[in-house]
């Protein structure tokens, strides 16, 4: 069957780095997602990767490890406004998306 | 660019009445919607994937005569939930493809609240 993990919940505080985890078992792989999540909201894209390494954008990069089946977002400088649910999603050999549960981050003060 | 809308964002309505979602990509051309259902803290799931002129694909489990899909054009994706029930009640979100692009990103609407009572 297909599976992506993530966990379910982070805290981290306002200043700070956090990673965030993501390993998946899928049929087929033509790149792998991460959207952030506000409550009540629907997902808003951040990042793609379909090769190996390392992608960075502002504030937040995105690795992958096709070979490990592994990504991670990666939030530094963390606002307040980061608090979301950040989810991560593979498209495989059909293109259909397939997606994890979620990690909600809670940002403290 | 890619801004995909959906009306209504949130609706009420009585057990056993329908209600249509209309989902619309402003910018561009879709030729692939999606049509996700999200119920509180928990994922995104798909329902159906919906490709313009042709019948809609349901994913398993979900009642195709009960979500009638239409995608009527390369910019209108329709969700009609038939004969709702309390258990329908859920936060519907809606994605386009756009065809000019070739990494597959899926651009989501707003979503829809829905809430049957």
């Known amino acids: 069957g297909q599976n992506i993990d993530q966990p379910t919940e982070m805290t981290a505080t306002e200043g700070a780095i956090v990673q965030i985890n993501c390993t998946y078992q899928?049929?087929?792989?033509?790149?792998l997602f991460w959207y952030q999540q506000h409550a009540g909201e629907a997902p808003t894209f951040l990042s793609y990767?379909?090769l190996d390494g390392l992608e960075e954008k502002g504030r937040f990069s995105s690795f992958l490890s096709r070979s490990k089946g592994y990504s991670y977002l990666l939030l530094k400088e963390l606002q307040m406004k980061d608090s979301a649910s950040y989810l991560c999603?593979?498209?495989?050999?059909?293109?259909?998306?397939?997606w994890g549960a979620g990690t909600k981050l809670i940002i403290k003060p | 660019g890619a801004v995909v809308s959906q009306h209504p964002s949130w609706v009420i309505c009585k057990s056993g009445t329908s209600v249509k979602i209309e989902c619309r990509s402003l910018?561009?051309?879709?030729?692939?919607m999606f049509w996700y259902r999200q119920f509180p803290k928990q994922s995104l799931m798909l329902m159906a994937t919906?490709?313009?002129?042709?019948?809609?694909?349901?994913e398993q489990g979900v009642e195709k005569d009960k979500f009638l899909i239409n995608h009527a054009s390369l910019t209108l994706s329709t969700l009609t939930v038939t004969s709702a029930h309390p258990e329908d009640s859920s936060f519907y979100i809606c994605?386009?493809?756009?065809?000019?692009?070739?990494?597959?990103?899926?651009?989501f609407g707003p979503g829809t609240r829905l809430t049957v009572t």
């Open positions: 994605s386009a493809r756009d065809r000019e692009r070739d990494y597959y990103e899926q651009y």
């Open positions: 919906s490709n313009e002129g042709s019948k809609a694909t349901y």
């Open positions: 990767n379909v």
């Open positions: 999603a593979v498209l495989d050999s059909n293109y259909q998306l397939i």
């Open positions: 910018d561009f051309q879709a030729t692939t």
């Open positions: 899928t049929s087929g792989f033509n790149g």
